[in-house]
Structures are given as structure tokens and as C-alpha cells.
């Protein structure tokens, strides 16, 4: 079984904090790791994927992918009333045809 | 406009019926998949294909069917042996299958379809 594990919050921060959004993997074969925002009753939009260890920053996101550790995480600068969603980690392994999703961590940026 | 359509937004069924759901990408997009998101849940893989008249089933595919005549249409049949149908259902789709060695791409969601059956 491929699990990837997400505190699923709620997670409030203060508008212009950061927020840090953590996940974790099991298997050891992940090789792409993907970020969505999910707004309440609308469809998962990518946000940030990374593939190798380190970080990837992208305006105001940064992923942070540790492989020894099994630990992708997504932090948000400055965040905003407009980033209160729900965010899903995502992960796909060698050889495979799925994507594999977490349950989600529910943000709340407090204004 | 490049995009993935579902339709319809909302479906209410009543038990026992079939009810077909649509999916259309004009994104050129070879790999094509269908999920269910139930609440507090993840994501769960129903069906993927990853070219055309070719499918495969996912992690839940009981209850479901589906076909791939065109490349840009993946319609999921939800039948009436599927137990809990209600939900809101993903159709999503990436440039070319996941899985390839060295090849990464990324996956894309359409607006999804919440069927509610009664």
C-alpha cells in the first residue's frame, strides 16, 4: 500500500505569516511530488511539483523535498485570505501509472 | 480555450439508474484518468487510459465503467452495482501516461461533477 500521510489540520495562520504545510511517503520509489489547492466544491489546481531534493520557490510557494526523509512539504510566504483551501500532496513512483494523494491539510490565512 | 470539461456540474439520480458522466480535454493529451473524492478523503484512482480504445482500472473500479473511442473524450458509466455512488467525481489528464521511465509530467483536473443518487 502507497500511503501518503497529511496532517489534515485545520492549520490558521495570520494574514502575512507563513504557512507550512507538511507531508510524508512511504514508499522509498517516489520519484514526482506534486502540490494542489483545492477550494471548497471546486477541483484540485496544481500549484507546485518538484522532483528533486532541495528547493523549488515560485513567487510566494516554496516545496521543500527531503528524500532520505520521505517529507515533501509547501511553505506559503506572506499568505493571504486568498490562500484558505485545502492543499493535497501528491506523489507518483518509478514505473507507475497513478498518482497517489494524501487526505489534504485545511488552511485558514486569518485577516 | 485549452481546457478539460465535465459535465454536467451537478447530476441527481435515483438508485438503480446508470447515469454516464462526461469528460472532454482539447489539451492533445495523451493519458486521460477518472477519480472520487468523498469527504475527508483523498483522491481514489476509478480508471485510467493511456491512449485511445485502451484502459485500465484503478484502486475502486467496481460499480464503474468506461470507454476511450477519442482521444479527447473519457465518459465514466457509474452503474447501478457501484454501492455508494454519491460523490463529486474527478476527471483529469496529463500530456503522456505517468510511468514512463524518465518521464515526468504533471496532471490536470476539470472542473469536476457532484452526482448525488437517491
Known amino acids: 500500500q502507497k500511503e501518503v500521510e497529511q496532517n489534515s489540520g485545520p492549520l490558521s495562520v495570520p494574514e502575512g505569516a507563513i504557512a507550512s504545510l507538511n507531508c510524508t511517503y512511504s514508499?522509498?520509489?517516489?520519484?514526482?511530488f506534486f502540490w494542489y489547492r483545492q477550494y471548497s466544491g471546486k477541483s484540485p489546481e496544481l500549484i507546485m511539483f518538484?522532483?528533486?531534493?532541495g528547493d523549488k520557490e515560485d513567487g510566494r510557494f516554496t516545496a521543500q523535498l527531503n528524500k532520505a526523509s520521505q517529507y515533501v512539504s509547501l511553505l506559503i510566504r506572506d499568505s493571504q485570505p486568498s490562500d484558505s483551501a485545502t492543499y493535497l500532496c501528491?506523489?507518483?513512483?518509478?514505473?507507475?501509472?497513478?498518482?497517489?494523494f494524501g487526505t489534504g491539510t485545511s488552511l485558514t490565512v486569518i485577516p | 480555450d485549452g481546457g478539460i470539461t465535465q459535465s454536467p456540474k451537478y447530476l441527481f439520480r435515483k438508485e438503480g439508474q446508470n447515469v454516464t458522466l462526461s469528460c472532454e480535454q482539447n489539451?492533445?493529451?495523451?493519458?486521460m484518468y477518472w477519480y472520487r473524492q468523498d469527504p475527508g478523503q483523498g483522491l481514489r484512482l476509478i480508471y485510467y487510459?493511456?491512449?485511445?480504445?485502451?484502459?485500465q482500472k484503478g484502486d475502486i473500479a467496481e460499480g464503474y465503467s468506461v470507454s476511450r473511442e477519442k482521444k479527447e473524450s473519457f465518459p465514466l458509466t457509474v452503474t447501478s452495482a457501484q454501492k455508494n455512488p454519491t460523490a463529486f467525481y474527478l476527471c483529469?489528464?496529463?500530456?503522456?501516461?505517468?510511468?514512463?521511465?524518465?518521464?515526468?509530467?504533471?496532471?490536470?483536473f476539470g472542473p469536476g461533477t457532484r452526482l448525488t443518487v437517491t
Open positions: 483529469a489528464s496529463s500530456p503522456t501516461p505517468l510511468g514512463l521511465a524518465g518521464v515526468r509530467y504533471e496532471q490536470y
Open positions: 514508499d522509498r520509489g517516489s520519484q514526482s
Open positions: 489539451l492533445n493529451h495523451d493519458a
Open positions: 487510459s493511456q491512449i485511445v480504445n485502451d484502459f
Open positions: 518538484i522532483y528533486s531534493n
Open positions: 501528491a506523489v507518483n513512483i518509478v514505473g507507475g501509472n497513478q498518482f497517489y
